[in-house]
């Protein structure tokens, strides 16, 4: 068992920034693919970024160049860093964790707006 607590959320003009954290505890956390989605209003949950514990990362093609996830091993702390927000990064974010079966966290709102 996993639990995930998302924290960083909030209202950002467009072209700010803004760092997620997620918080993880319960079970070894260097063993799980961490990973972001997100969902907004009307839509499906998409897949925004993960990070595996060699240190590899990918991206979806919509935030390829302005988020960056990184993980903390030691804190079993993940973070995206998002950069160069736009309005159509508007969403629920919701951390992920992932082994041999997925975990969610609550999600944290971040709206872009002017």
């Known amino acids: 068992q996993v639990q995930l607590v998302e924290s960083g959320g909030g209202l950002v003009q467009p072209g700010g920034s803004l760092r997620l954290s997620c918080a993880a505890s319960?079970?070894?956390?260097?063993?799980?693919?961490m990973g972001w989605y997100r969902q907004a209003p009307g839509n499906q949950r998409e897949w925004v970024a993960r990070?595996?514990?060699?240190?590899?990362?990918n991206y979806a093609d919509s935030v390829k160049g302005r988020f960056t996830i990184s993980r903390d091993n030691a804190k079993n702390t993940v973070y995206l860093q998002m950069n160069n927000l736009k309005p159509d990064d508007t969403a629920v974010y919701y951390c992920?964790?992932?082994?041999?079966?997925?975990?969610w966290g609550q999600g944290t709102q971040v709206t872009v707006s002017s």
């Open positions: 990070s595996f514990s060699s240190g590899t990362t």
């Open positions: 319960g079970s070894t956390f260097h063993n799980y693919i």
């Open positions: 992920s964790a992932f082994r041999e079966t997925i975990y």
